[in-house]
Each structure stands twice: as structure tokens, then as C-alpha cells.
């Protein structure tokens, strides 16, 4: 039994060389003679059929579809991901608005008139080239209406 299992161990290595050496060759350039001497072994590929150069040219397209779709997917998947965070960002900025108004109503005992003031006495910061801030005091004592818009 051992001798069996020598035998076909070597048989496998044998197909498996002998497949190295074809892939090999068909993967260079040969000349004449050597493509002879690789057909007479049995080891010089095949001419490849009209329908096999049409599966394969046909494999190519649908390759270049499918990248053309991943980056398509992709280009969208990140404007959609960009628009999220402007919103999100317009909410942040409008929560950061209201904790200052707050702010300067515990310490001042009135709601700020602008945001001027809360830039300039509570540390807010605005940035104006992304976002449209909307302030609007009704009195003293009342909270304001604040609407943050991305730009």
C-alpha cells in the first residue's frame, strides 16, 4: 500500500510540474522551435476558439461595469454621507447657540438681544461660509427661536 500512495503522490506531482512548466511557456513569448518542442511533450497550450476570445473580451466588459458601478456607489454613498454631517453640524451649532443664550440668561437674568453678543461675551463661534443662523427675540424673558441652515 505504501508503494500505491508513492506512486500517486508522484503522478500528482508530475501533472502539477508539468502544469507549472505550461503556464510558464504560454505566459512568454516563444519561438518556433520551442513551441514545436512544447507540442510534441504535450505541453504547448491550445489555439483559443472565436467563442473563448468572446467570453473573455465579454468577462472584460462586465468587469469595467462593475468597477464603473463601485465608483458610482461609492461617489454617492459620500455625498449622501456629506450631507449628514452638514445637518448634523447644523444641529450642533444650534443646540451651542441655545446653552450660550441660556448661559447668558443665568448670569445676566435676560436672553441676549444678538448673536453678536454671544460671540463676542460667551465664546460662540459661527462659522458663516457653511451655515445661515436665523436669531429671533421675542422678549426679554423668552426664550429665542434659533434656526441653523446649511448653506
Same mark, same amino acid.
Given at each position: 500500500?505504501?508503494?500505491?500512495?508513492?506512486?500517486?503522490?508522484?503522478?500528482?506531482?508530475?501533472?502539477?510540474?508539468?502544469?507549472?512548466?505550461?503556464?510558464?511557456?504560454?505566459? @512568454?513569448?516563444?519561438?518556433?522551435?520551442?513551441?514545436?518542442?512544447?507540442?510534441?511533450?504535450?505541453?504547448?497550450?491550445?489555439? @483559443?476558439?472565436?467563442?473563448? &476570445?468572446?467570453?473573455?473580451? *465579454?468577462? *472584460?466588459?462586465?468587469?469595467?461595469?462593475?468597477?464603473?458601478?463601485?465608483?458610482?456607489?461609492?461617489?454617492? &454613498?459620500?455625498?449622501?454621507?456629506?450631507?449628514?454631517? @452638514?445637518?448634523?453640524?447644523?444641529?450642533?451649532?444650534?443646540?451651542?447657540?441655545?446653552?450660550?443664550?441660556?448661559?447668558?440668561?443665568?448670569?445676566?437674568?435676560?436672553?441676549?438681544?444678538?448673536?453678536?453678543?454671544?460671540?463676542?461675551?460667551? &465664546?460662540?463661534?459661527?462659522? @458663516?461660509?457653511?451655515?445661515?443662523?436665523?436669531?429671533?427675540?421675542?422678549?426679554?424673558?423668552?426664550?429665542?427661536?434659533?434656526?441653523?441652515?446649511?448653506?
Amino acid at each position: 500500500m505504501g508503494q500505491r500512495t508513492d506512486r500517486t503522490t508522484l503522478q500528482a506531482v508530475n501533472a502539477a510540474a508539468e502544469a507549472a512548466v505550461a503556464a510558464e511557456a504560454s505566459a @512568454r513569448p516563444q519561438d518556433p522551435e520551442t513551441r514545436a518542442l512544447l507540442q510534441q511533450a504535450g505541453l504547448a497550450p491550445r489555439p @483559443r476558439t472565436v467563442a473563448e &476570445g468572446a467570453s473573455e473580451a *465579454g468577462g *472584460g466588459v462586465a468587469g469595467l461595469v462593475l468597477a464603473v458601478c463601485l465608483v458610482v456607489l461609492l461617489w454617492a &454613498g459620500a455625498g449622501v454621507a456629506a450631507a449628514q454631517a @452638514r445637518q448634523q453640524g447644523a444641529v450642533s451649532l444650534q443646540h451651542s447657540v441655545m446653552e450660550a443664550a441660556l448661559q447668558c440668561f443665568a448670569i445676566e437674568g435676560a436672553y441676549p438681544q444678538s448673536l453678536q453678543h454671544l460671540e463676542e461675551d460667551y &465664546g460662540l463661534t459661527i462659522n @458663516r461660509d457653511a451655515y445661515t443662523v436665523m436669531y429671533e427675540v421675542f422678549a426679554a424673558n423668552v426664550p429665542p427661536t434659533v434656526t441653523v441652515v446649511p448653506k
